[in-house]
């Protein structure tokens, strides 16, 4: 009976490790290049959001765009940090605009708010349909701290 034991685990470890008479199955290769991520219509411009021993700062703290351009938010210091939308502030027209931006960019949001990101990581809002206007922001974790903005897009 013990023999018997052994030979069936020895089996069923060769099986479950590829072994045996037939080849392990080999998952399907694609070979067609992924289409590089389309630009953003408009200009580019960086923010970034830092804390410079003193003050939990955005950097420049207020913004001049046009519609369509895309900003990218770099956490430089002073982590964890996000970017949190006021929607009273927001040209009601530009709400639904920057929530599928955001959103595209997989995140989960009850309001215009991104995710948390870490010293050396980066988030990018696109201004995609968004009228003119001011937009104002903050650092949720720093806004007691007067750690705000404002994007005016015109």
Do not use: R, W
Not at 14 to 42: E, F, I, R, Y
């Amino acid at each position: 009976m013990y023999k018997h034991l052994m030979a069936a685990a020895a089996t069923m470890t060769l099986v479950a490790c590829g072994g045996g008479d037939k080849p392990a199955a080999q998952p399907a290769t694609d070979t067609t290049a992924a289409a590089p991520a389309a630009a953003p219509a408009g200009g580019g411009h960086t923010v970034t959001m830092e804390f410079d021993g003193t003050n939990y700062k955005f950097v420049p703290h207020d913004l001049t765009i046009n519609s369509g351009d895309q900003v990218i938010f770099k956490s430089v210091s002073g982590s964890p940090h996000n970017v949190q939308f006021f929607a009273d502030s927001i040209p009601p027209a530009a709400i639904p605009a920057m929530v599928a931006a955001m959103t595209a960019a997989g995140d989960k949001l009850d309001s215009l708010s991104g995710p948390l990101k870490m010293d050396g990581e980066d988030y990018a809002v696109t201004f995609a349909g968004a009228v003119a206007g001011t937009y104002k922001l903050t650092c949720t974790p720093h806004q007691a701290m007067g750690m705000n903005m404002v994007i005016t897009v015109k």
